[in-house]
């Protein structure tokens, strides 16, 4: 069975880091394309980045949204099946639920999403506070 689950949020103080991580269950998550996605309250999901899925000659690059800025930085971990997300120097407007998706395509070649719609496999979020 396909499952999706992130962790790694919670709460910190303006300035620090966290590490968000998506783990995969039921298939190869580096083979897949995935996004990551934030929502805060009263707000629209948007898009963090996505990075696309290996291929037989090449690695996934992540790709980041006009909004994120230099502070995110998605990767993967090919030991545990894992996607991770970065996140730096956090400000109290990151704080939302962070959420990592995927079409689940094999193959699918180059490129990812920052389109939400193009997704129908989520996790169900983990929450990061950005507070003093």
């Known amino acids: 069975q396909v499952q999706l689950v992130e962790s790694g949020g919670g709460l910190v103080n303006p300035g620090g880091s966290l590490r968000l991580t998506c783990a995969g269950s039921g298939f190869h998550l580096p083979y897949y394309r995935f996004g990551w996605f934030r929502q805060a309250p009263g707000k629209e999901r948007e898009a963090v980045g996505c990075?696309?899925?290996?291929?037989?000659?090449?690695?996934?690059?992540?790709i980041y949204s006009a909004s994120a800025e230099s502070r995110f930085t998605i990767s993967k971990d090919y030991t545990d099946n894992t996607l991770h997300l970065q996140i730096d120097f956090l400000k109290p407007e990151d704080t939302a639920v962070y959420f990592c998706?995927?079409?689940?395509?094999?193959?699918?070649?180059?490129?990812?999403?920052?389109?939400?719609?193009?997704?129908?496999?989520w996790g169900q979020g983990t929450q990061v506070t950005v507070a003093s």
């Open positions: 998706a995927t079409d689940l395509v094999l193959n699918a070649g180059p490129g990812c999403f920052i389109d939400p719609r193009k997704y129908d496999r």
């Open positions: 990075i696309d899925g290996d291929g037989r000659s090449y690695r996934g690059v992540p």
